[in-house]
């Protein structure tokens, strides 16, 4: 079934429900985004359109609108899996194009990863999981913290609000990889000795209200050897 949904088409007060939702629903679990910079970029559409398929592809779980259901036959999971189809097929041009990962990029393969491990935990959601470590890895958020000749006030340097969204979004991307990796008692892709970001200090809500305070700068003491441990512990015990 097509949706003949566009995110920036007629149906522009529906794909609003549709990302209220999501901040309702989705972000106080994965808090990837800022709330009034997020609608400020989808008015001026600036958001990619593969990223905000993606959200749709989650927040459609939540919905009871009928626009929605009825290309789904009633159904609002079938609803997120043809967002998520739409999703993969906007993000397909991009994959074939040599460019630099950017931190929209991260942000729909997390959300498309989320989807379908939720909905079919099999092999393409956990080699899809080891991807997204690596684009973290790529744009840096494994080490926010670590300590740089750069200031905050200098040419490039992050803001402290683009820094917290960017821990979010990191430990995010752990708390994937940690699921997969215990439900599935395999090794986590995320490597804990090569980690320097601190845990968020905000919550999600204040990070969708683009609050931020200093960061508490405290570090989760990773032992590699007592999570292989549990792993071990978890496939011997069925």
Known sequence: VRFKLSPFGPFSLLN???????????????????????????????????????????????????????????????????????????????????????????????????????RNPGRRAWVSAGNIVRMAYELGLHQIDTPTKDDVGSPGALSELAKEERRHVWWCVWKLDAWVGISGATPFAVDGQVVCTAFASTSPAELADSKVVPSSQMFLNTDVEKSWGLMRELQTSN
């Open 16 to 118: 609003y429900s549709s990302i209220s939702l999501y901040f309702t629903y989705i972000q106080p679990i994965y808090p990837l985004f800022q709330k009034a910079p997020f609608y400020d970029d989808y008015n001026h559409k600036r958001i990619p359109t593969a990223l905000l398929y993606a959200i749709f592809a989650l927040s459609a779980r939540h919905s009871l609108n009928d626009e929605i259901l009825k290309h789904s036959r009633g159904d609002s999971c079938l609803a997120g899996d043809n967002f998520a189809r739409r999703a993969k097929m906007a993000s397909a041009n991009d994959e074939d194009i040599d460019k630099p990962i950017t931190l929209d990029d991260l942000k729909t393969k997390f959300l498309l990863c989320v989807h379908e491990y939720t």
